[in-house]
């Protein structure tokens, strides 16, 4: 079969830039200022940065918005399956024959300096998104902040911290404090930022860099709070009380990722419909996902097991898929791993030790920055897991099954790992 025209188009960006990651705006401003400056010709923008909950936050924040009868554009990262996904220009995937021509676009702009990728397909998308009328601009940061490729926007309606924890630490800092000085670099003048639950290291530090730019703070546990009660979402602001539905998205951290959509939507104006619509309309692939078709699925249902998908990759995440899993009916558990060597592979398995029964280890097919299946096994023995290896998420699956048919299994590790899933199972 014949690649598509933006497949081709993504290769050739792949190679213009030594490096995978490069912190710098230069590149980006020099790029923006060929293209005639998109940036300055968005939709208003919201800005997302945090280590964790930011594309399930903007997710509930576009259901809130299109609940309301208006639209939004979206750029997140990474994509799982294509990279269509990545651009949602005014609630539609980018179709191929746009996106082909825009990236055609940026490339001739570029001209043959260096860039990386993620500098050239952000300017891409802010492309895009300045050519199509919509409502509302949602931006996710890809790593850090302040040197991110979306921190081009001089002056977005809102900005947005989730929850900071370690990751990144070759780009970001090996502290909390010094990670949270990047996210808050979305930080600008003047311009309110909803803070979700934070360290107090890292709430600090946000709140030192507002005072510096008179940023107004919508701080979770100050301004605004939300908790789960009776099987129903409650939130407080100092506008009132909402009683809501439970997110549609599975986890007991998406209630504080709720509530920061929640935030958001009342300080910009959105009534109480809005608000329920971020909580029942919200989707969000690979976040406790379970999977319903495919080959995969297929094989689990045979032996009466349930397949789920979820792409963290950190403690925190970790943590969060404990106490999802501690929520749903109970039923043994068994993982299928596969991990990046850029993060915390101990760290994001101890919580999983005390829920799963056994490991079984896979690399990330296509992935030059994947450990090895050994190195996940020996990983996950030093946590206290049962783990063996396996030359694919097959394989993996096939052994799980013949140990304990009826099972919960669960894949997880990583987002790449979760998009070579979906491709078959989305």
């Known amino acids: 079969m014949a690649r598509a025209r933006s497949d081709l188009l993504l290769d050739r960006m792949m190679s213009l830039h030594p490096k995978i990651i490069d912190l710098t705006l230069d590149r980006m401003h020099r790029l923006l200022a060929a293209l005639d400056h998109p940036e300055a010709a968005l939709p208003p923008v919201i800005h997302a940065a945090g280590t964790n909950g930011k594309g399930s936050t903007l997710a509930m924040l576009r259901a809130g918005i299109e609940g309301a009868g208006q639209s939004a554009h979206v750029y997140t990262s990474p994509h799982l399956a294509r990279f269509h996904e990545r651009i949602r220009l005014a ?22 300096d260096a860039i990386t990728y993620f500098e050239i397909t952000t300017a891409a998308a802010l492309l895009a998104f300045s050519r199509t009328p919509a409502d509302w601009t949602l931006l996710e940061t890809g790593l850090g902040g302040r040197l991110d490729a979306t921190n081009v926007v001089d002056r977005p309606r809102l900005t947005l911290i989730t929850p900071i924890d370690l990751d990144h630490q070759h780009y970001l800092g090996d502290t909390i404090g010094a990670i949270a000085g990047e996210k808050a670099g979305i930080l600008k003048r003047g311009v309110p930022c909803v803070v979700g639950p934070q360290p107090e290291a890292a709430l600090d530090v946000i709140e030192a860099r507002a005072a510096r730019l008179g940023v107004p703070l919508l701080a ?4 605004w709070h939300v908790w789960e009660e009776r099987g ?13 539905p439970l997110p549609s998205l599975v986890g007991a951290h998406q209630v504080v990722n709720a509530g920061a959509a929640l935030a958001a939507l009342r300080h910009l104006g959105f009534d109480e419909a809005a608000c329920e619509a971020a909580m029942t309309r919200a989707e969000w692939p690979a976040r406790m996902q379970r999977l319903r078709h495919g080959p995969l699925v ?25 106490e999802s899993l501690s929520r749903l009916p109970p039923r043994p558990t068994h993982l299928i791993c596969g991990m990046l060597n850029t993060k915390d592979v101990g760290g994001f398995m101890a919580p999983l030790a005390q829920v799963a029964g056994s490991l079984r280890a896979v690399s990330i097919p296509d992935q030059p920055a994947t450990l090895s299946a050994a190195q996940t096994v020996a990983h996950a023995h030093a946590a206290g897991l049962r783990a063996d290896a396996a030359q ?14 009826g099972a919960r299994v669960l894949i997880c590790g990583s987002l790449y790992l979760a998009g070579v899933i979906l491709r078959d199972h989305g």
């Not at 694919?392 to 048919?405: F, R, S, T, Y």
């Open 392 to 405: 694919d998420v097959a394989a993996a699956l096939a052994g799980i099954l013949d140990e304990a048919p």
């Open 232 to 244: 129903r979402l409650v939130f407080q602001d100092e506008t009132g009380l909402l009683d809501l």
């Open 220 to 223: 979770h546990g100050q301004h």
């Open 298 to 322: 297929e094989m689990a249902q045979a032996a009466g097991s349930e397949l789920w998908l979820d792409g963290g990759h950190n403690p925190a995440a970790a943590l969060a898929l404990v």
């Open 91 to 112: 609630g539609t995937l980018i179709d191929e024959a746009l996106l082909g021509d825009i990236l055609d676009e940026c490339l001739a702009a570029n001209g043959p």
